[in-house]
Each structure stands twice: as C-alpha cells, then as structure tokens.
C-alpha cells in the first residue's frame, strides 16, 4: 500500500536580526513560539552571522494517524518552556518552508 503523509501546519514569520542570537519564530496566534520550535530558529544563525532578514511561510510538522497524534503536534506550539527539546522534536517533528523573504538587510520586498 502507498500512502502520503498528512502535513499540517501554520503561518509563521522568522525574524532574524544580523549579528544576534535572538533569532524570533512568530505566528499570529500564539506569538512568539521561538521556545517551542529551537530547532527552527537554530537553523538560521549562519544567515543572521551577514544578514538581518524578514521571512515569511508555514511551520509544517508531520502528524500521525491517530487523532492523538495529531493532538500532540498541534500542543507543541503551546509549549512555552521546553524541559527537553530534543525529545520535543523527536515526538512532533517540525520543519519551516519559507514562501516569501520580506525583508534583507535594509530592502523592503513588500513595496514595488
């Protein structure tokens, strides 16, 4: 049997502001979910070593079968303190696909 996996997800920005740490993973529901997602953030540190920039696109995690699968990837966002986010992203893994780049440096992309 084939199968596809179910994808779900939710938009989310990505602020990542040159020659700092403090890389911000923002939705527009929850706020600033940078704790519960360190995973993402941390995969922008080379860019924010040459760049500050603005992107913009869906935080997308693989959910499982069950509704209670389901469950725990959507809670993840909720998690405000992570104790091990490690095991928090082995249980409900999460990627972050970009759709847009907003801003670079001092270019604002959003105006022509």
């Given amino acids: 049997m084939i199968s596809e ?3 779900e997800g939710v ?10 740490s403090s890389i911000q993973v923002l939705t527009e529901k929850e706020g600033n979910v940078t704790s519960a997602l360190p995973e993402i953030a941390a995969k922008f540190t080379l860019l924010s070593r040459y760049h500050s920039a603005l992107l913009e696109g869906y935080v997308v995690y693989k959910t499982g079968k069950t509704a209670e699968e389901r469950k ?14 490690d095991l928090l992203a082995e249980i409900a893994p999460c990627q972050f696909t970009a759709t847009d780049l907003l801003h670079l440096d001092d270019e604002d992309f959003t105006k022509f």
Avoid at 11 to 20: D, L, M, Q, T
């Fill in 5 to 7: 996996p179910l994808w």
């Fill in 11 to 20: 938009r989310a920005r990505i602020w990542v502001p040159k020659g700092k």
């Fill in 72 to 85: 725990v990837a959507q809670l993840r966002l909720k998690v405000k303190v992570p104790t091990d986010p």
